[in-house]
């Protein structure tokens, strides 16, 4: 239409051909919508909104955080988020925020007296958020980023090439589900728009002038305010995002009634740093939670071939888009994790889960912790500490992760034995987790944990006696070793999983798991791969050995 | 052009009585939308669509059904808003829109707009008796 002035991608139907703005591999689309949001004078000045002059004199007491707008009768208190915080505006293919004045997203009152209401008591709900016959004495104004809530960034240019910028808002989710666990499919990738690090500003004034018993009790609400943000604001909290800094969960404070219906288990581990669409690394704490979820989903596919069931079960855990998950899970780290090609951090991950749940969730966790890793290529021992010639070879140290626990009841396994004892323990924990008494797995899954579909070899070392025989031709380029058919990047999901498990007296138990239900993937090197384990000293330790027909 | 009431109250009630309880809360996501223009609230329906398409493919039959009935609300209030301003306005039945040719951006200016303030006004209706309803 060469009458028209072209349309912002804002205003186009959100399908194929439009503005299709949801594939993060299909960036076009959402490249010019991002421009077009964020900078749309186009002249490298976004709006932004900046911080408001407070008045000193007017905090409700000297400890307050809550202070009143020099220009207003409105209170405000600034807050501080560590990680992300992402929020569900409406009506589009991609998850973003609501926008308010000249396209800045904002969380809205309406939002935050949700989250304020949850926090108060029966009177404290009816004096500040009214009932169905009388209206509230607090107005919620919403909260709203101060300075550059795009978080542009300039990244460095490589040689010959112009500097290019990104945006940090633009963020990436990757559900691995189905691929790893159900069966090989294509990995999609979705894009999605969350605040990364914001400065908000909370603001509040009163429904009520003019009568000094109607006062507000600004303490009050700041505490109320305070205590609701400890449960994390805007949406998947129960994967890191929204948690503000100074507001952590009420289940990982010690005096807290919560702290003992939650698990607390201190971890130190490094790994794959993940990558945003832009480039940029990242650490994510939401990796505890997809290798929970991904753990829970193949274990019970291993004893209920009900699908259906498996995902219900799974959903209720962790949530789905119909309802919240019964598991919230928080990763405090005192320290920021600076992302290089690899991570590392140290912690402490807290899981709040009702009783009956929390003990599968915590013979999960060590399940999960055992058995391989959490993160991107958790399936592999980190090679930058269990193969450190890889480096001149390869010249990088990207694959694989490595995580200790310093918490001495944690685990309890130091030899194939109790590894074995373990499994057997879990299986049957899965069993009495679902109520089946004769357990059938997922024939078609790629991985259900189930003894004649999996195969666990393990021995007590000080190193490595396997990492070499991933790389060796022809396991590296086998879709069930490798991960790939030809040198190169990997195109397959691996079906081994590669761990090496800290024991006592500095030794580690070398766990190498297969999956061998489909075959193919294997292309014939299924049984020279189980004889170079054996060559190497490791021994059957779960699951069958598989029969061979030659 | 002269006042004309054009029913809406009755029409939103009709709407949303028609519709099951799974895609009530659309009507909120339908006052939002308007405000990015036609193409946009058209559009809706054409993704919800596809939607459940791409679900009837995986052979999930209940996740296809709730966009389904998603797709057919929006696709309904499209079709009332044509038949409400098919005396001033010229706008197409949801299934004849040619979005390709950029024909709903070919309206004039005020024609758009009458359109969309109509557009707005129904789906506060819509809000309104969803919140009735619900």
Known sequence: MADLPPIPKMYLAQIEGRCSLRYASEPEDRKQWLQEWVDPKQDGNPYTHTKPILRQDRKPDPHSKLALRQDTSIYCLEIKFNGRVVSNGGQDTILRPVLGKNGIPYIPGSSIKGLFRRACNHEQKIRYCGDADRPGKLRFHGAYPVGDWTRKKRQPAKQGEVPKSCYLIEDIVHPQQKRQVEAQDSPSAYALISFYEPTMIFEFSSAVRNSDEENIDWREVETILTTALRQGLGGKTSTGYGFASGYIPEYTIKDNPLYNQALHIELEGTGVSSKLLSGELEFRPNIFKAALRGHVSRLLAGVCNNKNRIEEATDDLFGSTNAPGKVEIYWEQPRKVTPNNTYHTKGILHILAPEAERQFVNLVMQFAYIMGGFGKTWRRVSHEKFYPSYLQQYGKFDIGCHWISSQSNFITINNRTDLGNFLNQLYESCQKYLAINSPIFVRNWREAWHSQRVTVYSEVFDNSQAIKLFHQEPFKITPAIGGRERPGEPRFVSSVWHRMLPIEGNKYLEIVTMFHGDRTLWRNQLQPFIQSLENAQLQLTWGTRPVFNT | ?134
């Open chain 2, 1 to 134: 052009m002269s006042w004309e009431a054009y029913s809406l109250d009755q029409r939103a009630r009709k709407l949303v009585t028609k519709r099951s309880e799974g895609c009530l809360r659309e009507a909120y996501k339908m006052r939002e939308a308007v405000a990015y223009g036609l193409e946009r609230f058209w559009g809706e329906s054409s993704r919800y669509r596809a939607n459940q398409k791409r679900y009837e493919e995986d052979r999930k039959q209940d996740k296809a059904n709730i966009e389904k009935v998603k797709a057919d609300y929006w696709e309904d209030v499209w079709n009332v808003l044509v038949d409400l301003t098919k005396e001033d306005i010229d706008l197409p039945l949801h299934k004849d829109v040619k979005v390709e040719e950029d024909e709903l951006w070919k309206l004039s200016r005020d024609k758009q707009e009458v359109a969309l303030a109509v557009l707005i006004q129904l789906c506060d209706c819509l809000v309104w008796w969803t919140q009735r309803y619900k």
